[in-house]
């Protein structure tokens, strides 16, 4: 549950809002502003796949604008934090929302992990923030694979997964974001949980353009187990799922160089894999 008392950095009404409009050509490089309106900027942080309910809320978030440039923001758990950017308070929104989901979300558990939709199931890629999941899940979906998610991949209580397409967040070379509307991506939208195929850790670590060794699927449940958030308030649930998960995967680890370069020799051998696994 969200409440905003103003709008746009607290400019009100939106039609004053200094910031770019969806029709204006988006630019980017260093010091370049592609600073989308607050409505949007708000809309990318949501949950994907939500829905209106009438229920009451578990959590509520409050975000109200301090003029120009500032707002104030708290939620019910009792964060406060007042003249901040507005920038700072959706981040603070993002997290709060994602904790709150991953550990208390019923039937699903949030893993670390990017994921991608490879001929009809899923590919799983685990890996702390900064290990080049989102490079690699968009060089997986610009080859033709489905995208399920960046950042999340979210298991059901039997090991499949479920779609959670937020905008892919890619790291520019100068340090910032950029934002990619799952809309936008080359690959087929995946609507329904599936089946996990495969699990790759494979982080970035210039060299060689892929070099991997396979794991047991014990070795593939544990690289799941250590990337879930509610590894240790939902222990029974994240190890059900992601040995259900593991357990009829093929699995990879190792490390790759420029992903423009692995992609292709990556998607042939995870389909010569699952191709014997399933003979």
Known sequence: HLRRTRSCDGVDPPSACP??????????????STTPPASERLRRVL??????TDEAPQISFTIVGRGP????YSNSAGEVHTGIPLADALAHLDLAI??????TAPGALFIHAGAVELDGSAVLCPGASRAGKSTLVRALVDAGCGYLSDEFAVLDVVGRVRPYARH??????WGGKMSLDPRTLAG?????????????DLPFAGGDPLIVHPLSAAEAAMALVANAVAARSRSSEVLRATAAAARTSVALRGHRGDVDVAVRPLLEHLRALIADQRR
Do not use: F, Q, Y
């Open 19 to 32: 910031l770019r409009s969806p029709s204006s050509p988006a630019r980017s490089g260093p010091g370049v």
């Open 188 to 200: 087929p939208g995946v609507t329904s949980p599936l089946p996990v195929a495969a699990i790759i």
């Open 47 to 52: 949950p994907p796949h939500r829905t209106p």
């Open 69 to 72: 440039a500032k707002v104030d």
């Open 98 to 103: 994602r904790l709150h989901l991953a550990l």
């Open 168 to 173: 892919l967040a890619m790291r520019e070379p």
